[in-house]
């Protein structure tokens, strides 16, 4: 048996070894590191990707056999071949992953179930609001009088919602403001980039670097769209369209994990870069979060030998 497990285990070990070097690598240059949101936003999808991409089975056998210095990595080698000897702990191991992974993944089948349960009930409730649609810059939008405040909807097929009256609330400077945010949300699929993270956290559920990663992609998820409104001139405005939004007294049409950001968000929209400075910022940013990217690819399959060696 062991000749099956012990490499799998030890597969699994080497790549969530350097995936999580990858990890922190990017959490030290997107918290100490000048630029823009934009560019750690997508440093961050990569890193959340990673982690999902098992390269030592990928290129077992391709690589590795041309590295005249590939190795196993000691010590993690034998956690695997102890597991496969005692098939009992190898028993529970599994059992207790494939209850956190049947918990995940019902956990995240539940909040789609209500979120479609939602959209549903709120177009049964208010049918002729729904009914008012529109087009910005190619996205889908609806007018509706849920009582939730502007988001975008859907995966494969996003498309913004925004609540009726909301054009009384701001002004059009303050509602272009907010369009461009949503707008950029949509045009770049971030509800199936959330989602696909989510899938990995399903399998994953143990490592506590992917929840960081999560929590990491949500904050600059909103920091980047926040850098394109910034780039339209509009950021006072944005500022302006929060504060109204995430007013109790009128509103309450801020959702509450962009308000928990709200300071957050306030503070970057009133910061102003040079543009040349902030391009190289993001350039050397790129290019030292990619050397390190390329130096755990390449030590994944180095130390993920094609012949994985049981000593006895």
């Given at each position: 048996?062991?000749?099956?497990v012990a490499p799998a285990v030890y597969y699994l070990e080497v790549?969530?070894?350097?995936?999580?070097?990858?990890c922190?690598?990017?959490?030290?240059?997107?918290?100490?590191w000048n630029g823009a949101a934009t560019a750690k936003y997508w440093i961050w999808v990569v890193t959340s990707l990673n982690f999902m991409v098992p390269l030592g089975g990928f290129f077992n056998g391709f690589g590795a056999s041309r590295i005249s210095w590939a190795t196993q990595l000691g010590g993690l080698d034998d956690v695997g071949i102890g597991i496969s000897r005692n098939l009992t702990v190898?028993?529970?191991l599994l059992a207790v992953w494939l209850c956190g992974a049947g918990f995940m993944a019902a956990r995240l089948l539940v909040r789609l179930h209500w979120g479609r349960r939602e959209q549903r009930a709120a177009g049964a409730r208010n049918p002729a609001p729904l009914k008012?649609?529109?087009?910005?810059h190619g996205v889908p939008v609806t007018l509706s009088a849920a009582g939730q405040g502007p988001s975008v909807d859907g995966v494969l097929r996003p498309r913004i919602s925004l609540p009726l009256g909301i054009d009384r609330l701001l002004n059009e400077r303050e509602l272009d403001a907010v369009m461009i945010h949503e707008v950029t949300h949509a045009r770049r699929h971030d509800n199936l980039i959330a989602l696909i993270h989510e899938i990995a956290l399903c399998g994953l559920w143990f490592?506590?670097?992917?929840?960081?990663?999560?929590s990491r992609l949500a904050v600059f998820r909103e920091l980047s769209c926040d850098d394109f409104v910034i780039q339209s001139s509009r950021g006072t405005d944005l500022i302006s369209a929060l504060a109204k939004l995430a007013d109790p007294g009128q509103s309450r049409l801020l959702r509450a994990g962009a308000a928990t950001l709200f300071r957050h968000r306030v503070a970057r929209l009133k910061a102003s870069?040079?543009?040349r400075a902030r391009g190289a910022a993001d350039l050397v940013l790129i290019i030292v979060y990619g050397a390190v990217l390329l130096a755990c690819v390449v030590g994944?399959?180095?130390?993920?030998?094609g012949c994985f060696r049981v000593v006895m």
């Open positions: 048996m062991h000749e099956h790549h969530l070894v350097y995936a999580s070097v990858v922190l690598a990017a959490w030290v240059l997107t918290s100490i190898g028993a529970v008012q649609r529109f087009l910005a490592h506590p670097l992917l929840w960081l990663t999560g870069e040079p543009r994944t399959i180095a130390h993920t030998p």
